[in-house]
């Protein structure tokens, strides 16, 4: 028995693990750039959107972070004019995790508006628990562009 | 299987029909002893301790297989989470819903079993390669809240794979 490769690969494996681990923790939460798909209330089962933002987070009835994140979005939507919050769980509509491609939840998109409130480009995409500054700041952006229409 | 496909409505959560929360902490401390088990099952095969690695993977496989069928309340970790942990803890943020974490064990059941099945074939090596995938699971579940099986739980959902309650 040879012990040195073999401790030698396990540390290996550790340390692989943890930089996988870091690369993953290092994008969650993080505001990356949205598709400009465009979005309408009844795509997603919603009644409305905000008028100049819309904060859509996807959840699934068993996701644990889920809860703490319709919390944090629904206070920065109250905190912007114009803003909205919606919840859509996914647990029934998979066609919607399939159109957005959503491989974990929560995924939330931010969607800008015209000032109707009946469709929103996808500006932004954050995947797990937001970040409140990095959605602070991309809802700022958008209600400071007063030319952002939905393309 | 309860089919409320039409009521499908977005955004309220059918709590009735959902089983009861588990702290979510629970899942992670036993993804730790996992995870360490399943280090040194590689580091034991790869010194050439074959027998010992083998055996020690079957040993790991069987709670796999535990926590999958018998749900990860029942299962020895979540136990001793339960006894010795969590009453020295505060009182968790959320709680989380048992599915996925269950569903994760069973994911590592087909993992460990692989290995086991394919090393009482001939296969070389097959006993390291499942430990060692299967503790990547584990240690980003333990050390990064990463939940690989949450993930694959959600692609299968997503193709109509596994029943969505």
């Given at each position: 028995m040879d012990w040195l490769p073999a401790l030698a690969t396990g540390a290996a494996l550790l340390a692989a693990a943890t930089v996988i681990g870091l690369a993953w923790r290092s994008r969650q939460g993080v505001a990356r750039s949205g598709s400009g798909d465009v979005v309408h209330p009844a795509d997603l089962g919603v009644a409305a959107f905000g008028e100049r933002a819309t904060l859509v987070q996807f959840s699934t009835e068993?996701?644990?972070r889920c809860p703490a994140t319709g919390r944090l979005l629904a206070r920065l939507a109250g905190e912007h004019d114009g803003a909205a919050h919606v919840e859509v769980d996914l647990t029934h509509r998979p066609d919607l995790a399939g159109r957005f491609r959503?491989?974990?939840?929560?995924t939330t998109l931010l969607l800008d508006g015209?000032?109707?409130?009946?469709d929103g480009a996808v500006r932004a995409r954050i995947a797990g628990l937001p970040r409140a500054a990095a959605v602070r700041e991309r809802l700022d952006d958008l209600l400071r562009s007063p030319h952002a229409v939905s393309s | 299987m309860p089919s409320q496909a039409e009521s499908a409505s977005t955004g309220g959560r059918t709590a009735d029909r959902t089983p009861a929360g588990i702290d979510p902490r629970g899942p992670r401390f036993g993804a730790a002893i996992t995870a360490t088990l399943l280090l040194i099952t590689v580091v034991l095969a790869v010194a050439g301790a074959d027998a010992a690695a083998f055996w020690l993977l079957v040993a790991i496989t069987l709670l796999f297989a535990w926590g999958a069928f018998a749900g990860i309340r029942r299962h020895p970790y979540g136990l001793i989470f339960a006894r010795l942990v969590r009453p020295r803890l505060?009182?968790?943020?959320e709680l989380e819903d048992p599915r996925p974490p269950t569903f994760a064990q069973g994911v590592g059941f087909a993992v460990g079993l692989a290995g086991i099945l394919l090393s009482l074939l001939g296969v070389e090596y097959a006993v390291p390669i499942a430990a060692a995938i299967a503790f990547f699971a584990a240690f980003l579940n333990a050390a990064f809240d990463y939940c690989l099986g949450c993930r694959i739980y959600l692609l299968l959902a997503r193709a109509r794979i596994v029943p969505r309650t």
């Open positions: 068993y996701c644990a959503i491989t974990e939840t929560p015209d000032g109707a409130v009946d | 505060a009182a968790p943020a």
